[in-house]
């Protein structure tokens, strides 16, 4: 149930980052949907039922299913349809990087500290740096004549 929940809410997650990307600068949506992942981990430390579980797994799904639209949507806004497609493939081999090391440093915190709650912090922390410093990123200067310009 909570993996078709997860699948169900990343694509309504989805939607909603492709309606907001459109009207609004996508970072803005970025950072928001960055936050409600950060937030989902921070229900998942507290979580003493399925009800909040459910919680957990509902806002993780929207959340980074909403963060991967933006993200393209932010690359695309920034930098265009030329340099799209390489701009984008020499990030993904970091995030793929990320992704898979995740899982093993949350386990070894939990080897180590014999918790999750010390490495959850620490995600729902750096998911608020991460929404910081994409309000704080301002696209680039277009001085060499292309006609894109990013959304206001």
């Keep these: ?47 003493n ?24 949507a932010t690359v695309a806004n920034y930098f265009g349809p030329n340099g799209f497609a390489s701009i984008l493939g020499a990030q993904m081999p970091f995030s793929n990087a990320m992704a898979a090391a995740a899982p093993f440093l949350v386990g070894l915190a939990y080897d180590v500290q014999g918790s999750y709650s010390i490495a959850f912090y620490l995600v729902a922390t750096l998911s608020l740096v991460t929404a910081d410093l994409l309000l704080a990123a301002v696209p680039p200067n277009r001085n060499n004549g292309d006609q894109h310009q990013p959304l206001p």
């Design 1 to 47: 149930m909570a993996y078709r929940l997860f699948a169900m809410s990343s694509i309504f997650g989805k939607l909603i980052a492709g309606f907001l990307c459109d009207r609004i600068d996508p970072r803005y949506a970025w950072s928001l949907f960055i936050l409600m992942m950060g937030t989902a981990v921070l229900v998942a430390t507290r979580a």
């Design 49 to 72: 039922s399925v009800a909040s579980m459910y919680l957990f797994t509902g806002l993780l799904g929207c959340g980074s299913g909403a963060a991967l639209t933006c993200w393209h």
